[in-house]
């Protein structure tokens, strides 16, 4: 089986300048990409060939699991934004947040210093639990929460290519972008 | 002891066109400058200060991890940009070269080792060249660890090493990790490695 670079809802100049266009054609179209091949390349031949990536992220290790994780990973975060959704959460999604949290800022707050205090590469997430409570967790590199068994509902990728060309050394910066390119319709749908 | 972030022997434009002036200047204002400064936090009123890095390092497992990456951070990099140099095309000679065609065969096996070491490393870490009990080797090491600390898989004396972090190179090189360790065998400074190998 082959696996697929998804098309993105959205042009890769829409989410300027929070996300600069140059940014996303290599985000996307170089570093997504590149992580579909590789994964098509290496499940030839092995007990992942017509895995689903689900399956790949519980049991596979090394370059399988890296690669099979970063397709997931990066599909999750860009269909995660949108130029122009909603930017607050609503209804139960906003009310589990207060229930976990606080308020949204609280979260907004949590999660951003969780963001900007992983020690290099790799992805901060939102999860729901087995109770339906909320969590903030840093995986480094691929880490990807299903492999732990729970359920990702929103994910910011803090590798440096994620915002080194529009933000250089700058991370806190890209992390408040961050906030104002949300599609929180397709983020609650996820709870 | 307070760490200084070190001045550079050479001009951020120096290294180009293998590494851009703007690159230079952010990697060494900004991002060794936040090391040497949390690594100071990190340490200050702790029974640390005072402390060689290198001791620190010995049994780093047992420290907070602020002092492991912002220590690393603070002595990989001037280990960088002291075996970074202007004078570019130049190859080992000597003593050097001698440990290098022993320990790989040849110096163009030892660039492919070490070459691969670097392209290999899965999210950010270094490259190293290593003199462990007499004997080279390339090896590598995640995030801001390195060879001298407890918790490294190759452990020894680190006489090169090459930051694959990719701030190091995604405004000039982006996602062409390969490209930016190809240009690095430009800009080696050679006879800085050599006394480190004869120390
Ligand atoms: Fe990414
Ligand atoms: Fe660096």
């Known amino acids: 089986m082959n696996f697929e670079l998804p098309k993105l809802p959205y042009a890769l100049d829409a989410l300027s300048p929070y996300l600069g266009e140059k940014t996303l054609e290599f985000h996307y179209g170089k570093h997504h990409n590149a992580y579909v091949n590789n994964l098509t390349g290496l499940v030839r031949g092995t007990k992942f060939e017509n895995a689903k990536l689900e399956q790949i992220i519980k049991e596979a290790e090394g370059g399988i699991y890296n690669n099979g994780a970063?397709?997931?990973?990066?599909?999750?975060?860009?269909?995660?934004?949108?130029?122009?959704?909603?930017?607050?959460?609503?209804?139960?999604?906003?009310?589990?947040?207060?229930?976990?949290?606080?308020?949204?800022?609280?979260?907004?707050?949590?999660?951003?210093?969780?963001?900007?205090?992983?020690?290099?590469?790799?992805?901060?997430?939102?999860?729901?639990?087995?109770?339906?409570?909320?969590?903030?967790?840093?995986?480094?590199?691929?880490?990807?929460?299903?492999?732990?068994?729970?359920?990702?509902?929103?994910?910011?990728?803090?590798?440096?290519?994620a915002y080194y060309l529009d933000y250089q050394n700058r991370r806190p910066d890209y992390i408040n972008a961050f906030w104002n390119i949300l599609d929180w319709d397709v983020i609650s749908s996820r709870f | 002891m307070v760490f200084e972030l070190p001045k550079l022997d050479y001009d951020y434009k120096a290294l180009e066109p293998y590494i851009d002036a703007q690159t230079m200047e952010i990697h060494h204002t900004k991002h060794h400058g936040a090391y040497t400064a949390k690594l100071n936090d990190a340490i200050k009123g702790t029974e640390l200060e005072g402390k060689s890095l290198e001791d620190i390092f010995k049994n780093i497992s047992e420290h907070p991890a602020g002092v492991r990456n912002n220590g690393g951070g603070y002595y990989n990099h001037n280990l960088f940009w002291k075996i970074l140099s202007p004078r570019s095309g130049e190859e080992p000679t000597g003593d050097l070269l001698n440990a290098i065609n022993k320990s790989f065969g040849s110096f163009e096996n030892f660039k492919n080792e070490f070459s691969t070491a670097a392209a290999s490393v899965f999210g950010s870490g270094w490259a190293w060249l290593v003199k462990s009990n007499g004997e080279l080797k390339a090896t590598s090491t995640p995030n801001q660890d390195n060879p001298l600390m407890d918790v490294a898989s190759v452990k020894g004396i680190p006489l090169m090493g090459l930051d694959v972090w990719e701030h190091a190179y995604y405004l000039k090189y982006q996602n062409r990790r390969p490209d930016y360790i190809a240009a690095f065998w430009n800009i080696v400074a050679w006879d800085e490695v050599a006394k480190r190998y004869l120390k």
């Open chain 1, 70 to 161: 970063q397709v997931w990973n990066h599909t999750f975060y860009f269909f995660g934004f949108s130029p122009d959704g909603k930017r607050e959460p609503l209804g139960e999604m906003a009310d589990a947040i207060n229930k976990s949290f606080g308020s949204f800022d609280q979260f907004k707050e949590k999660f951003s210093k969780a963001a900007a205090t992983l020690f290099g590469s790799g992805w901060v997430w939102l999860v729901k639990k087995d109770n339906s409570s909320l969590e903030i967790i840093q995986e480094s590199n691929a880490g990807n929460p299903l492999r732990s068994g729970l359920k990702p509902i929103l994910t910011c990728d803090v590798w440096e290519h």
